[in-house]
């Protein structure tokens, strides 16, 4: 028998339904795999005995043929997601130790349809990164690397133990979250599929908030089908979540392998930056010839305020998260470290909890909101959102089904090559994603091929809102049409 | 526009985090290169056009005014460095 880890989550679904092998297996190879790959730090807890408990519960119910969409396959929750009972940090010492009584709503969907729970994954602290170097717990360890080359990379980030773990064949999928690009550019990183729904596609409910108009769940997947069938069970409308939307959740799965005949491909003239690289040129015209090929029409498109995107969000997402973590102050949850009064106590919590690139986003968002300056700085970005948002609808409206982009500017690079001196050469990473959150849209990350160093590429579709179908049937004709993109042989 | 040392202690302590006197001056650049990156933004016409409040315009959800999960004082408070009886303690307040 072949190693149970290297089925996709499809695979084992169909083969858990014959009963080939059972859950217990199955979560056992994987308990297996992840105790045995701690030298990439993907996970910050395993939960490994709730996961056997968990597969126990899945095997039973299988075996009365009660299994649901998503029975006995074991996943990784990326640790921004509460989870009852098991310790839930946002890869920050501000919220060690912090055991929520309650599960977010996206997690509790997973286990309604049968999933296993292999453990709480590495992050961005607050998902506040683009390379998991940000992290109390440190660095995730990408199982990519450069051909012949030993030197550690970086996963990308924030959701980096989620992309990580996915690549390794730790689990069949991941819970991730995105808010300028945190699912799509890890994914890319690591030759594995990732999607950011639309806004309101997903509940927001126990999940820790960094920048509430941004942020949105999804999932980490090494193929478009299985990421599908995740989207599909994360998915759906919570009353305890007013900005998710009311919508029917479709059977994306269904989209994979649609036909491209009569599809708009939209190629945005401003996404080709000045110092783009040959490598990634190639790759964007290399896709176009593909969803030519595949029977799509290509259409030359303009998003005028593209380059304005990432500006407005480094206003936006940090004035959101300054009020978002406003509330870890020593009292309710979470770290506290004495002061001589109690606004000293919450001076001396907050500048020992939080790291360097919060404590940075917190203090420029607290900037930009501060008296004087709101109208300048976050009510002008908010109308340049509002830009952005109408330059989508106007290629949308203009019959564009789906929008073909790079998904980064550049493959994963080493641990501490980036950012160390200015934090906008990290920031730049998000380039090509973060129109997207800005516009609240859908937006999947597919692999595409490989750097000539041999690390994986990626291509990016951004959809209509809640058409997140298109992206699956598209996303999966460039997979058909891609050189498949082998994942690492264990070395860790 | 950029800050100066005063302003980057007036927003720590807006922000209420701790800063160390040797900080501030990284600190300080940081913040200038993030201001200078959004700089931008300036030469954007944005005469007459709504600043985003909604992403996905819907009406606003409404629910009943009533107690939806009540009783769980002990939940609310476990996770407290800090509880007396359902309370949170804090440092004295008032003299």
Redesign the interface.
């Known amino acids: 028998m072949t190693d149970l880890t290297d089925l996709t989550l499809a695979e084992a679904r169909d083969a858990l339904a014959r009963k080939d092998f059972s859950a217990v297996d199955l979560a056992k190879a994987h308990v297996g795999a992840v105790a045995a790959a701690r030298a990439l730090n993907c996970f910050i807890t395993e939960t490994p005995e709730q996961a056997l408990a968990q597969a126990a519960a899945s095997d039973a119910r299988l075996a009365k043929g009660e299994g649901g969409p998503l029975e006995g396959i074991p996943l990784g929750i990326k640790d921004l997601y509460c989870t009852k009972d098991v310790q839930t940090t946002a890869a920050s010492h501000i919220l060690e130790?912090?055991?929520?009584?309650?599960e977010s709503t996206v997690s509790a969907n997973l286990w309604r349809d049968g999933a296993v729970m292999l453990g709480k994954l590495n992050l961005d602290e607050f998902a506040m990164g683009s390379s998991n170097e940000t992290s109390y717990f440190g660095p995730v360890i990408s199982p990519w690397r450069r051909a012949g080359d030993p030197t550690p990379l970086v996963p990308g980030g924030s959701s980096g133990g989620s992309a990580a773990a996915v690549a390794a064949k730790l689990c069949f999928g991941a819970t991730a979250t995105d808010t300028g690009g945190s699912i799509r550019q890890p994914a890319a990183f690591t030759g594995t599929v990732g999607i950011k729904p639309?806004?309101?596609r997903c509940s927001r409910w126990g999940i820790v908030a960094f920048a509430s108009?941004l942020d949105q769940a999804g999932p980490i997947a090494r193929n478009v089908r299985d990421a599908a069938i995740l989207l599909r069970s994360m998915a759906g409308h919570d009353?305890k979540d007013?900005?998710s939307?009311d919508v029917p959740v479709p059977d994306y799965e269904a989209a994979v392998g649609g036909s491209l005949k009569g599809k708009k491909i939209g190629i945005p003239r401003e996404y080709r930056i000045d110092g783009i690289s040959a490598e990634i040129d190639g790759l964007w015209q290399q896709g176009i010839a593909w969803l030519k090929d595949a029977g799509a029409e290509i259409v030359e498109i303009t998003l005028p305020?593209t380059?304005?995107a990432l500006?407005?969000y480094?206003?936006v997402a940090p004035a959101e998260a300054?009020s978002n973590l406003?509330r870890y102050?020593?009292?309710?949850?979470?770290?506290?470290v004495?002061?001589k009064?109690?606004?000293?106590?919450?001076?001396?919590t907050?500048?020992a909890g939080?790291g360097k690139e919060v404590?940075?986003r917190?203090?420029?968002g607290?900037?930009v909101l501060?008296a004087g300056?709101y109208d300048?700085?976050y009510?002008?970005?908010?109308?340049?959102?509002?830009?952005i948002?109408r330059d989508f609808e106007t290629v949308f409206h203009d019959g564009i089904d789906a929008i073909l982009t790079p998904a980064t500017p550049s493959a994963a690079f080493g641990i501490g090559e980036k950012g160390s001196a200015?934090?906008?050469e990290m920031?730049l990473n998000d380039i090509f994603t973060v129109t997207v959150n800005m516009a609240?849209l859908p937006g999947i990350a597919v692999p595409a091929g490989l750097s000539s160093q041999g690390l994986p590429l990626g291509l990016q579709l951004i959809g209509r809102?809640f058409d997140e179908e298109t992206l699956f049937t598209v996303g999966a004709a460039i997979e058909a049409a891609a050189p498949k993109v082998e994942l690492p042989k264990r070395w860790w | 526009m950029s800050v100066d040392q005063a302003t980057v202690k007036r927003i720590a302590h807006l922000a209420r985090i701790a800063v160390r006197d040797e900080e501030i001056g990284v600190l300080q650049g940081e913040l200038n290169a993030i201001l200078a990156f959004v700089e931008t933004l300036g030469e954007v016409d944005v005469e007459g056009v709504e600043p985003m409040t909604s992403v996905m315009p819907m009406p606003m959800k409404k629910r009943k005014d009533i107690v939806t999960e009540g009783n769980i004082a002990d939940l609310i408070t476990q996770n407290a460095p800090g509880t007396e009886d359902h309370f949170f303690v804090v440092p004295k307040v008032i003299e």
């Open positions: 130790g912090f055991t929520p009584p309650y639309t806004y309101g108009s009353p007013t900005t939307v305020h380059k304005y500006a407005a480094y206003i300054s406003a102050d020593g009292v309710r949850y979470g770290l506290r004495p002061g009064d109690i606004a000293d106590m919450y001076e001396q907050r500048a939080f404590r940075r917190i203090m420029i607290t900037y501060s300056y300048a700085y009510v002008r970005a908010q109308k340049i959102r509002t830009l948002k200015d934090p906008i920031y609240g809102p």
